[in-house]
């Protein structure tokens, strides 16, 4: 009987031990399946997420540069009316500065003991000489 003991308690271990291996071997084998998987999915999420991201990239410089193309055309609309409108300005001036040298060479040559009106003119000349400048300035720096 005794025999039999021994034959039936080597025969429960290797059972066990087969049990054991078997047992971690699926759980092994279940264990890399997961990890797997997981490692999968990570792998599928950074590329779906830089792919977006590329797409998003893209769509925001196409905006931008739609944006900045209005933009450019507004800002080029403006300067042009401003220039047109400095060169009609300049132009008023002109004219008023030469109605002016004529009057006061009218006046200057009809009195000559009326210098104070000959000097009002003068004044009223370099005034306006001097908005003329002022004006080509402010084109200058438009330009």
Partial sequence: MND??????????????????????????????WILLIGGGIFGAK????????????????????????M??????????????????MTELKGKVDALNELLTFTKDNADTKTDNSNKLYTQL???KKQLDELKKSLDVLK
């Fill in 126 to 128: 370099n005034e306006v």
């Fill in 4 to 33: 039999t003991n021994i034959e039936h308690a080597t025969s429960g271990r290797q059972t066990a031990n087969t049990r054991k291996k078997r047992n971690s071997t699926a759980f092994l084998v279940f264990l890399s399946i």
């Fill in 47 to 70: 590329l779906y997420t830089d792919r977006m991201q590329q797409e998003i990239t893209a769509d925001v410089e196409k905006q931008t540069a739609a944006q900045i193309a209005i």
């Fill in 72 to 89: 450019q055309k507004s800002y080029d609309e403006r300067l042009t009316k401003l220039e047109t409108s400095y060169k009609t300005e």
